[in-house]
């Protein structure tokens, strides 16, 4: 079964002003059943694409070219982006915060952001034992 099939019809509430100044609002079911599963995927990207664009404007472009690649969840996108130094930012206040000293957490951090699968978890002696 498609996406399109799956999804169907969806109803949709919207207002629209012509090249005239005259507004209307309109009540148009979509019917999504003959649609391929590429067209929902392309029109999914294209409006995350859009909603992400307003945030993505607050940013250097260098902070913008160092998102190049990454995986950003769906329903974040339209968020504020956070720049690497932000996110590092970020994660530094919270090991602070728990007592570690700031050049021991911005390091850390910056393993955190740069090579997630370098840090992993270790039981401490005192947790409690089953």
Known sequence: MTLGKTIGIVEDNFKVTNSRGDEIQLRIRFDFSTCS?????????????????????????????????????????????????????????????????????????TVAIDNPHLLTTKESDDEIQD
């Open 37 to 109: 599963d590429n067209d929902i995927r392309s029109w999914l990207a294209g409006n995350r694409r859009i909603a992400m664009q307003r945030p993505l404007r607050g940013l250097t472009a260098e902070e913008i070219k160092q998102l190049d690649g990454t995986v950003i969840m769906a329903n974040e996108c339209g968020r504020k982006v956070k720049s690497r130094e932000e996110q590092i930012g970020a994660i530094a206040a919270t090991f602070m915060a728990s007592g570690m000293d700031e050049e021991q957490a911005r390091t850390l951090a």
